[in-house]
């Protein structure tokens, strides 16, 4: 019962430098979603995807863009990597928002 | 623009006290979400409160909603060690026409540290 799987788990980049980060669930969720975790701060959405083949922007998503590539699968991909990016990105699912999110363990990403 | 805050932030408790953590939002909504999360690891999801006055308990933790207030308040009851985490509460804004789609904002977290 693996839930919300991200890979990779930890990730070094260098500035400019491409990435795509990788969430899949196995629940049968219709909506998916990436959020960034700062320092002292909570969560912020980047993208989300309510339903397959939709995806939406949400507070941060400036320097990212998403796919839905199927029902399980909902990737981030960071095309020219700052900085500013270094962070902890975390994806969820959920089968309705009336339901709480279920929350992958998270990519520690560092961009130099 | 959504508000979520939460206070205090940094709440340092004895084992066997009571305390709450408070979070009031700035706009209308009813569906609010309280997380725990330890260092380190990933979000685990505590309550959802759906509804004015919604109240939910699981062991020494109690969850309460107050829609007109824009106020959820995380009640612990006879602290205990394990109790140790950082609490987010989140919040999610309906669209125009009603529907949600799950979009939270949280608050950014109260470290709670119960010491003996």
């Known amino acids: 019962n693996a839930g919300v799987t991200q890979t990779p788990k930890f990730q070094v980049l260098k500035t400019g430098q491409s990435m795509t980060l990788q969430c899949a669930q196995d629940?049968?969720?219709?909506?998916m979603y990436w959020y960034r975790q700062d320092p002292g701060m909570g969560l912020r959405l980047i993208y989300y995807s309510a339903s397959e083949g939709t995806t939406d922007k949400g507070e941060v998503p400036n320097g990212y863009n998403v796919s839905r590539l199927n029902k399980r699968e909902f990737s981030l991909r960071l095309e020219s990597a700052a900085p500013s990016q270094t962070s902890v990105y975390f994806c969820?699912?959920?089968?309705?928002?009336?339901?709480?999110?279920?929350f992958g363990d998270g990519t520690r990403l560092s961009i130099l | 623009e959504l508000k979520v805050e939460q206070n205090p932030l940094f709440l340092s408790m004895q084992e066997g006290k009571n305390y709450t953590i408070y979070c009031n939002y700035s706009?209308?909504?009813?569906?609010l979400y309280w997380y725990r999360q330890d260092p380190g690891k990933s979000l685990e999801s505590l309550f959802v409160l759906l509804s004015n006055g919604a109240v939910k308990q699981e062991g020494r933790l109690m969850a309460s909603l107050d829609t007109k207030a824009r106020l959820s308040t995380l009640h612990i009851t006879a602290a205990v060690h394990d109790l140790s985490a950082t609490y987010f509460c989140?919040?999610?804004?309906?669209?125009?026409?009603?529907?949600?789609?799950?979009?939270?904002?949280f608050g950014q977290g109260t470290i709670l540290t119960v010491h003996p």
């Open positions: 629940m049968n969720h219709n909506s």
């Open positions: 969820a699912s959920t089968w309705d928002s009336r339901q709480p999110q279920h």
């Open positions: 989140a919040v999610d804004i309906s669209n125009a026409g009603g529907t949600s789609y799950g979009k939270l904002t």
């Open positions: 706009t209308t909504s009813d569906r």
